[in-house]
């Protein structure tokens, strides 16, 4: 009996530092820049039929309406409205603060196809990740004040699951 009652309060000692440790407030916090906003967006493929040349991220072309109109109204599976399957290049020009001088920094994109980006006309990466985010460490391309962010997505059917 001795032994159980020993081996309990362990078990809720153990709990307990377990509870303690996962409500310790941290006295760091992530800085972000957030850039949802107007882009400007330039299409790769001449025959969609958009005369956009900006689009509100975080959104979708097909919500901004540019593309192809989708003339299927096929029941079999969800249509968009307007569909478009080719790389599409997103800008933006963003400003590293002062105080982020020497700070390590990402750039943090969830839920997009294969992508490329450029900070100031150099290639940072690619990534061809579909499944989880795609994560750019950025630090060495930008320094504090402004710089321009391209961004290439590739809408490609053939570069998912799913291709055509």
């Given at each position: 009996?001795?032994?159980?009652?020993?081996?309990?309060?362990?078990?809720?000692?153990?709990?307990?530092?377990?509870?303690?440790?996962?409500n310790k407030q941290s006295d760091q916090t992530r800085l972000?820049?957030?850039?949802?906003?107007?882009?400007?967006?330039?299409?790769?493929?001449?025959?969609?039929?958009?005369?956009?040349?900006?689009?509100?991220?975080?959104?979708?072309?097909?919500?901004?309406?540019?593309?192809?109109?989708?003339?299927?109204?096929?029941?079999?599976?969800?249509?968009?409205?307007?569909?478009?399957?080719?790389?599409?290049?997103?800008?933006?020009?963003?400003?590293?603060?002062?105080?982020?001088?020497?700070?390590?920094?990402?750039?943090?994109?969830?839920?997009?196809?294969?992508?490329?980006?450029?900070?100031?006309?150099?290639?940072?990466?690619?990534?061809?990740?579909?499944?989880?985010?795609?994560?750019?460490?950025?630090?060495?391309?930008?320094?504090?004040?402004k710089h321009l962010l391209t961004i290439n997505v590739d809408n490609n059917l053939k570069n998912t699951p799913y291709?055509?």
């Amino acid at each position: 009996m001795k032994n159980f009652k020993t081996a309990i309060a362990l078990i809720n000692l153990l709990f307990l530092t377990i509870l303690i440790s996962c409500n310790k407030q941290s006295d760091q916090t992530r800085l972000r820049i957030d850039l949802s906003g107007d882009w400007a967006v330039s299409l790769v493929s001449d025959s969609a039929s958009s005369k956009k040349s900006s689009i509100y991220l975080p959104g979708t072309t097909d919500i901004a309406k540019i593309g192809h109109h989708n003339k299927d109204t096929s029941l079999s599976h969800l249509n968009r409205e307007y569909y478009y399957n080719d790389k599409a290049f997103y800008k933006k020009e963003v400003e590293i603060p002062q105080d982020w001088d020497g700070k390590h920094i990402v750039l943090y994109m969830e839920r997009t196809k294969s992508s490329s980006l450029w900070i100031d006309d150099k290639l940072v990466g690619k990534s061809s990740i579909l499944e989880s985010p795609q994560i750019y460490d950025i630090t060495s391309f930008v320094k504090p004040g402004k710089h321009l962010l391209t961004i290439n997505v590739d809408n490609n059917l053939k570069n998912t699951p799913y291709g055509t």
